[in-house]
């Protein structure tokens, strides 16, 4: 009798460890797989610039423009951003804001943002090279934003600050009508 319960007893532990190394392992495969977290893919769409005109860069003194930031989250997780400034820039001096309002990036959907973009055409025009390109039909700008907030998954059961640096350049071809740009973007997620 007392070599069945010593038995009994030895197969229930030996059960128990194999269920939690069992869980363990999978929770470590999860980990590194599934949950690890990836970089958002952004793109920018200058969409408001159909409405402008040469004229408007030469003789305003700002110009505002639509622009729409697509940014999909691949991961697991929501994103919740707080209020941001984007920062737009011409051979390396600031030229231009664009107001980002805080939002939720839902997990593994696409969300849009959509910001009304001030480019100080004065700014532009104090710059020499800026006079040739504007004359030569484009110019090339750098948009960049850093956009702060918490990351949440499993029903907000786990939540982690992290930060979201996304740097953006942009052509604008002025001599084309209408007006039309182009962008091409990175984005990096640190947590």
Not at 37 to 58: A, E, H, M, N, T
Not at 65 to 90: C, D, G, L, W
Not at 92 to 108: D, H, S
Not at 153 to 165: Q, T
Request: charged share 20%; net charge positive.
């Amino acid at each position: 009798m007392v070599a069945t319960s010593k038995s009994t007893l030895r197969v229930c532990c030996i059960s128990a460890t194999i269920i939690v190394l069992v869980t363990i392992a999978v929770l470590v495969t999860l980990a590194l797989t599934v949950f690890k977290p990836r970089d958002p893919d952004v793109v920018l769409y200058p969409v408001g610039l159909s409405k402008l005109q040469v004229d408007d860069f030469i003789s305003q003194d700002s110009v505002t423009s639509e622009m729409v930031m697509s940014i999909r989250n691949r991961n697991y997780a929501s994103f919740e951003f707080a209020n941001a400034t984007s920062h737009i820039k011409y051979d390396g001096k600031l030229v231009g804001r664009v107001p980002i309002v805080q939002g939720t990036v839902p997990a593994r959907s696409t969300f849009n943002i959509t910001a009304p973009a001030v480019l100080r055409a004065k700014r532009l025009r104090e710059n020499p090279n800026a006079i040739n390109d504007i004359v030569g039909g484009s110019l090339n700008l750098t948009a960049t934003v850093t956009m702060h907030g918490k990351m949440s998954m499993l029903n907000r059961l786990i939540k982690k600050r992290g930060s979201v640096y996304t740097e953006c350049h942009m052509t604008i071809y002025i001599s084309e009508v209408p007006i039309r740009g182009e962008s091409w973007c990175w984005a990096k997620l640190e947590m």
